[in-house]
């Protein structure tokens, strides 16, 4: 089956109690054993699973390609399950450009637990060979990347890391399986903040792991799940798994967005950089068109006279809203380096675009008026 197909019908099904054709949101936390003892519908107590959660990793795992999945109660609590997973003495290697919260993740939580990190630019593989050590367990990608919107080779990285026995994990949240599929790719792990274009509404925060094998790291990560109980409720699930049904129609909408978008920045006299990997100025452009099917929704620009006058930019937009996340139908911008603090590696003249579903004309009058 289709993509398309798929986000509308895997881990859907008509309820074979009522009929109802939009599935019910079951709020019970405890399941009925039969009088053998035996649980009819496999399920015991909330935490460990639930149907509604049950039906959105089914689905998650049709999306990209994997085996099983496993939900949590936000994008990080899912990465934080994969670093958990692993021991103390284990070494990551972690792409400099991930999102600014896993590499602080990492840092805070588990760096003083015995966990060792290199941060590697992966757009270049001979550093990422460099960066791998013995005790090497994972490497951590995001591609495009936040805010900078690098472009990883992803089958050939995987390649690399393979070869000296590490395992491969992808931060999809910007591409969503829609334009990427990155187990497909040669990868390991898919990780998703479904708080951005799965959910697709900003209004539920959640993430998931998908595995391309249900395997020992697998089920680490679902014990993990269910043990320290970082799921996201009946609700949150539902919302995800609604918001799924809409996603590849809305992720075109905002591809061809950002297009005009970056089209039209890309002529600007006050924009100094435009990062978008549909540009074919963009230096991962070749590298992104041959693993994504379309380009996504985000970009950065880098304004011309520094922090001020991005921040000045950003006060102006109308249509727009200054907010930080992402993949909502809403349009929304963010100056990256305020948000991330002293510690931040962004440029201070940089805005990070969120390209809604609103018409393109409105988005480029807005841009032009708010850089005028
Ligand atoms: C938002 C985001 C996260 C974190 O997800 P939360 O749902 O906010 O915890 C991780 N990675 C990327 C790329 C994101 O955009």
């Known amino acids: 089956m289709k993509l398309e197909t798929l986000a509308v019908h895997a881990g859907h099904a008509p309820d074979p109690a009522t009929g109802a054709v939009t599935p019910p949101i079951h709020l019970s936390t405890t399941f009925e054993r039969a009088p053998d003892g035996s649980l009819p519908h496999g399920f015991i107590y909330s935490r460990y699973a639930n149907p509604n959660r049950d039906a959105l990793e089914r689905c998650l ?52 637990r015995g966990l060792t990190l290199t941060l590697v630019d992966a757009r270049e593989i001979g550093a ?28 050939a990285v995987a390649a690399v890391a393979h070869e000296r026995g590490v395992s491969v994990a992808v931060d999809n949240t910007w591409a969503t399986p829609i334009l990427q599929r990155p187990l497909e790719l040669g990868c390991d792990l898919v990780m998703h903040s479904t708080t951005k274009y799965l959910g697709g509404h900003s209004d539920t925060l959640g993430g998931a792991i998908v595995g391309r094998e249900d395997d020992e790291l697998f089920s680490r990560i679902r014990s993990i799940q269910g043990t320290g109980g970082a799921v996201p409720s009946p609700f949150e699930s539902w919302l995800v798994l609604r918001g799924i049904r809409s996603m590849a129609y809305r992720v ?100 990070r675009l969120s390209i809604g579903l609103e018409h393109p004309d409105d988005i480029v009058a807005d841009l032009k008026q708010a850089l005028g």
């Open 61 to 112: 795992a049709a999306l990209e390609g994997g085996t099983a999945a496993a939900a949590f109660g936000s994008g990080q609590a899912a990465t934080m399950t994969v670093f958990q997973a692993l021991a103390p003495g284990d070494h990551v290697v972690i792409s400099e450009d991930a999102y600014f919260g896993t590499i602080k993740l990492v840092r805070d939580l588990f760096e003083g």
């Open 128 to 155: 990422v060979e460099h960066a791998i050590e013995k005790n090497t367990k994972l490497l951590w990608l995001e591609t495009p990347s936040n805010p900078l919107l690098a472009v990883t080779d992803l089958r």
């Open 252 to 351: 075109r909408g905002h591809c061809a967005n950002a297009h005009v978008a970056a089209q039209f920045l890309a002529r600007h006299p006050a924009v100094e950089t435009v990062h978008y990997p549909g540009l074919a100025s963009h230096a991962g452009h070749a590298v992104a068109a041959s693993q994504m099917s379309d380009f996504g929704g985000m970009l950065s620009i880098q304004v011309r006279g520094g922090a001020a006058e991005a921040l000045r930019v950003a006060s102006r937009v109308e249509l727009f809203t200054r907010a930080t996340s992402l993949g909502g139908p809403e349009s929304l911008i963010e100056h990256r380096h305020s948000v991330e603090g002293p510690a931040s590696r962004t440029p201070e003249n940089l805005l």
